[in-house]
Every structure is written in structure tokens, then in C-alpha cells.
């Protein structure tokens, strides 16, 4: 014991929980290979292969843990990038880049700006349709503007296939 110990003994209580809390401080830093298995299940791919992380999660972070799962999201449209959030109040997040990122295909334009198309309002046991003109291109499912001939105001319909765009009234 230290000089200091036994002239104020009332003080090793407080040095003992000191000491106790310190390693748990240390255990308050977030797993980076945690990190990398949630990205990997995100992705469905290891990290360097094509659509999964491009490398790990640097080791040099010292991310606070969470007491939430972690939330993950695709970047943008290209998916170039994860954004990794800890959802606690006060949280912190990363990107990870993606290696060589697999682009969802982009589907096949079937109604061309300015092609006369058919638009059909439907709902409930009745369909009304009159002829129409894409002012937008689209793909299946896609919604795109259109014009009827009376010239009123664009529509928002869905193209439902070549063609032919619904609104539907529910």
C-alpha cells in the first residue's frame, strides 16, 4: 500500500471502482469485424467481391458501441457506397465503398416520349379509356406523364405494358 492509501483510507473504495471501470470504457468501442459480417450480410457478398465491400472496416476506427442493431442503406441509386448508422442518440455513422458495384439493370423503355399511347382510369369493376400522348418515356411499372387530346393538364400514369398507361381509383 502507498503512503497515501493508508493516510486516507476512505479513498481505496473509490480508486477500487475506478480501476473496475476502466476495462469496461475500453469494451465501449464497436466491433469493426462486426461491421464488416453486417455489410456482408447486407450485400449477400463477401468483402472484395464485386457488390460487397471493397475492404474492411478500417481497424483504427474507435466507433462508440451501440445498444441498437445497426442501420444500413444503400448510398444513392448506383449503390456505390454503405452508409452505416448506430441508430443510438448522439450515434455516429460511415460509408463503406462498394467494390465494383453491381448496378441494378435498368429496364427496357416500352412507351417513348411523344408516342401515342392508350390511358385507361380504372377501378372497381369499370375502365374508361381515350387516346393520349407520352410527354415522359418509361419502362413496365414505370409512371410517366401523359396528355389526352383534350389538352388538359398532364396525368401521372403507370405503364402497364407498349402502349397503354392506367390510373387506377381506388
Known sequence: MTREMTRYPRLLPIAALLLAAYPASAAAIHDPAAIDRDIAVFT???IGAPG????????????????????LSWRGD??????VECPDAGGWHIYVAVS???????????????????????????SVSQPAEALE???????IKVRTQAKADPVQAQVVRPGLVEVRIE
Open 44 to 46: 449477400g457478398v463477401p
Open 52 to 71: 460487397g465491400a471493397a475492404r474492411p472496416v478500417d481497424r483504427r476506427l474507435a466507433l462508440k458501441a451501440c445498444s441498437a442493431p445497426l442501420a
Open 78 to 83: 448506383a449503390h456505390g457506397s454503405i452508409l
Open 100 to 126: 465494383a458495384a453491381i448496378r441494378p439493370p435498368a429496364a427496357a423503355v416500352v412507351i417513348a416520349r411523344g408516342q401515342a399511347v392508350t390511358v385507361a382510369l380504372t377501378g372497381d369493376g369499370f
Open 137 to 143: 418515356s418509361g419502362a413496365l411499372g414505370a409512371w
